[in-house]
């Protein structure tokens, strides 16, 4: 069974930094593509980043280009999101997803998905 567990979230003053983590089961990272959302209340879930390791090919949310980093630990099995310079707009929960074959898919196209772990940017 494909499962995902996320962690890493917290709460951090803006222009801080956290890591999150999702640890992977079930599957291999180069089988499928590993997408990190954010959803806030009251706001479409968005996509955060992507990253693919069939090809390599990842995805990165305009808003996050510079500040975020997605990388894929094939030993560990987990995929990371280094979040650097925080801002409040970036408060959400985030969630790890899996299922589909490449990063540019729909985010209801991902059919399996962790439980989510909260990031609080605020003073």
């Known amino acids: 069974q494909i499962k995902l567990v996320e962690s890493g979230g917290g709460l951090v003053q803006p222009g801080g930094s956290l890591r999150l983590s999702c640890l992977a089961s079930?599957?291999?990272?180069?089988?499928?593509?590993v997408g990190w959302f954010r959803q806030t209340p009251g706001k479409e879930r968005e996509a955060v980043s992507c990253?693919?390791?069939?090809?390599?090919?990842?995805y990165k949310l305009d808003s996050v280009k510079g500040r975020f980093t997605i990388s894929a630990d094939n030993v560990k099995n987990t995929v990371y999101l280094q979040m650097n310079s925080l801002d409040p707009e970036d408060t959400a929960v985030y969630y790890c997803?899996?299922?589909?074959?490449?990063?540019?898919?729909?985010?209801?196209?991902?059919?399996?998905w962790g439980q989510g772990t909260q990031v609080t940017v605020s003073s």
């Open positions: 997803a899996t299922g589909v074959f490449r990063c540019g898919a729909s985010w209801w196209r991902f059919d399996h």
């Open positions: 079930g599957f291999t990272l180069d089988q499928y593509a």
């Open positions: 990253i693919s390791s069939r090809d390599g090919a990842t």
